[in-house]
């Protein structure tokens, strides 16, 4: 990526109608624009970004068996109707829309419903089972906050994966599966340490459903970590009795703030009932398939990530889901030979790179590679040409490497 070629800019001030400090430095750094309250367009870096995540995702849900698909956003009321969800008193957060003579349409806030339904033309025997399709898609939300930026969208992806089970004995196995590729997922995303697979309410076919929860000043929810074991609560099913039940006491749990990041959850035969979705077992009697639900918001953890590890100076990437491993930053006309070589090796490589070949003074370009949030600056100054040495900063402690142009090479193809 050129610089002179990115029509985005950054900006120094915060924009006026944003609070959320993810929002702020996203707008600032040129990763998103704001349409309107929860609503962000996702700019060439925040497209970058948003899409790592969303690799990171789309390999661990594979590697379990996953399947990936795409529903569609318009929804036909009769399929909900058959939960009872399309009444607004049910399900609070619709947004519904019609024709011009009066039919009515709604757009997803989730895809529980539409993915029974046609599932029912795929499964009819215990040997299509199980079966386990995911997407990545737009969800709609008629939120009545949108104060946290990228974290509350009333438009905003879900990673949606649905499992269908012949029993609950195949559904337990795969429940565990799922809750270690979720923590899987967090470490590959940096936020390993902060983020603990969370005991809440369950539903009437288990006792729990499990949170994936960061933790995090800004968070909505509330939870009781237990740094021994690993695991949290949330507040919701904090009690004495399932404190007993885990294994853990009072004086050893932390409460904490924290942004629900991911969940998983057993619905049993809720939707399979209501739809009708069921199959002929291998002993020829005829059953309902058992389902669950496990969703991952992956534009609400781009935000909880860029406002978890900013500093004063911006935005601090993980490296797994920078938008460029090294941002190149050239200073002098002549330098320009040398960075553009550097720029075509590296990119060749496959590294990513983010080339600042604009004509702006080398204070703008610190400044916008701090706010960025690229793990690397590389500067190529004449100066530095002369004595055959190139500074090299990392982002996230500011630590300064002085290296000629083959250590460069060597450091980062590897
Ligand atoms: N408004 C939203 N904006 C961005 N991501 C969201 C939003 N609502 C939910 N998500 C993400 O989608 C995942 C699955 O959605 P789910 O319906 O289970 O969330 P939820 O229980 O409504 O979340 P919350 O309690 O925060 O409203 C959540 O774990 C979260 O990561
Ligand atoms: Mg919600």
Do not use: C
Not at 48 to 62: C, F, G
Request: aromatic share 12%; no cysteine; proline share 3%.
């Amino acid at each position: 990526m050129k610089m002179s070629q990115m029509f985005t800019k950054t900006s120094k001030n915060n924009p006026a109608d944003e609070v959320s400090k993810n929002a702020q430095l996203l707008i600032r750094a040129g990763f998103v624009h704001k349409e309107m309250a929860g609503v962000y367009d996702f700019l060439p870096l925040g497209k970058n970004v948003l899409d790592k995540i969303v690799q990171i995702i789309r390999e661990e849900m594979n590697k379990i068996g996953g399947v990936e698909m795409s529903l569609t956003a318009l929804q036909n009321p009769e399929t909900w109707q058959a939960t009872n969800r399309w009444d607004d008193e049910v399900m609070d957060v619709w947004f519904k829309t019609k024709l011009s003579n009066g039919r009515e349409f709604g757009l997803a806030p989730t895809h529980e419903e539409p993915i029974t339904k046609l599932m029912r033309n795929f499964i009819s025997s215990y040997k299509d089972l199980p079966s386990y399709p995911y997407q990545f898609q737009t969800k709609f939300r008629a939120e009545l906050r949108s104060k946290s930026g990228l974290m509350r969208g009333r438009e905003f992806l879900m990673k949606d994966l649905y499992s269908f089970s012949k029993d609950k004995e195949q559904h337990d196995e795969f429940y565990e599966e799922i809750s270690k590729a979720y923590l899987r997922i967090f470490d590959r995303l940096g936020l390993g340490g902060y983020t603990f697979k969370t005991f809440a309410s369950g539903g009437s076919f288990a006792k729990f459903s499990h949170e994936f929860q960061t933790i995090s000043p800004v968070g909505e929810d509330t939870i009781y970590v237990s740094h021994e074991k690993g695991i949290a609560i949330n507040q919701e099913v904090y009690n004495d009795e399932v404190l007993a039940e885990l294994g853990v006491k009072k004086e050893d749990l932390v409460e904490e703030k924290a942004v629900e990041v991911g969940n998983i959850f057993t619905l049993g035969y809720k939707f399979s009932e209501a739809l009708g979705l069921k199959f002929i077992d291998s002993d020829e009697k005829e059953k309902l398939v058992f389902m669950g639900s496990y969703g991952i918001g992956p534009s609400r953890v781009m935000g909880l990530i860029a406002e978890h590890f900013a500093d004063d100076k911006g935005l601090v990437w993980p490296e797994n889901i920078a938008p460029a491993k090294i941002y190149l930053m050239q200073i002098g006309e002549d330098a320009k030979e040398l960075a553009e070589e550097v720029y075509n090796k590296l990119t060749n490589q496959g590294i990513e790179v983010i080339y600042d070949d604009r004509n702006t003074g080398a204070g703008q370009k610190f400044a916008d590679s701090d706010l960025m949030g690229i793990p690397y600056r590389l500067t190529i100054s004449s100066r530095a040409i002369k004595q055959g040495r190139f500074e090299l900063v990392t982002r996230k402690n500011g630590e300064i490497e002085e290296l000629t142009i083959e250590d460069i090479y060597n450091k980062f193809m590897k």
